[in-house]
């Protein structure tokens, strides 16, 4: 099946710095995918939707300034975590959709990364 | 009244057990549904996807009432490796663009 791959798989930081998340589809292309967030005991609850070559769609409640979302290319999203804070401690996964099948709603998912801000 | 609910669990069984995880949904308007697992801080994976009337796969069998707005999971002759958590997700569209998912049912099949 089709594979998306994340890195980092883990990471901790400082409070006030900046973390960047990448998503990749490694055997397809994806014109669109999409991030979530998953916090302990909860389900994933979805931040945006990114499409590539425009602006990612956020849900309500997801504050655009602070997730940064770039699909520069059909097979990388990225996501970056502006100025975090320990709530935004979490379980950032995300899915692709191939672009070949569009007009099925498949997604695949990556391994997530775990983020643990101090 | 959330998007998509499921029994909120944990459900613990012995090996071979059958066991049935309901969810309900609330957009009358959905299109597709499925179930997903996922392992302890592991990404989702597709388990079954469910339309129309259902569906079996080896030992899990999911049924859909859209009448009810209602999806469930059967399995039978449940395995060890069979713990996990099951999501019930539910796309309101026929494209894929928003999946909603439940809050998960955890299972726990004992030896």
């Known amino acids: 099946g089709a594979v998306v791959s994340q890195h980092p798989s883990w990471v901790i930081c400082k409070s006030g710095t900046s973390v960047k998340i990448e998503c990749r589809s490694l055997?397809?292309?994806?014109?669109?995918m999409f991030w979530y967030r998953q916090f302990p005991k909860q389900s994933l609850m979805l931040m945006a939707t990114?499409?590539?070559?425009?602006?990612?769609?956020?849900e309500q409640g997801v504050e655009k300034d602070k997730f940064l979302i770039n699909h520069a290319s059909l097979t990388l999203s990225t996501l970056t975590v502006t100025s975090a804070h320990p709530e935004d401690s979490s379980f950032y996964i995300c899915s692709a959709r191939d672009q070949a099948f569009a007009s099925t709603d498949t997604q695949y998912f990556g391994p997530g990364t775990r983020l643990t801000v101090l | 009244r959330k998007e998509v609910e499921q029994d909120p669990g944990p459900f613990n069984v012995p090996e071979g057990a059958t066991v049935a995880f309901n969810c309900t949904y609330s957009?009358?308007?959905?299109?597709?549904f499925f179930w997903y697992r996922q392992d302890c801080r592991k990404e989702p994976k597709l388990l079954m996807s469910v339309y129309s009337s259902g569906n079996e796969d080896g030992r899990f069998t999911a049924q859909l009432n859209r009448a009810s707005q209602y999806i469930s999971l059967l399995i039978r002759d449940s395995k060890l490796s069979d713990s996990a958590t099951y999501l019930c997700?539910?796309?309101?569209?026929?494209?894929?663009?928003?999946?909603?998912f439940g809050p998960g049912t955890r299972l726990s099949v004992l030896p």
């Open positions: 055997d397809f292309q994806a014109t669109t």
């Open positions: 957009n009358s308007a959905s299109q597709s």
């Open positions: 997700v539910v796309n309101p569209d026929n494209y894929g663009q928003n999946f909603v």
């Open positions: 990114s499409n590539e070559g425009s602006k990612a769609t956020y």
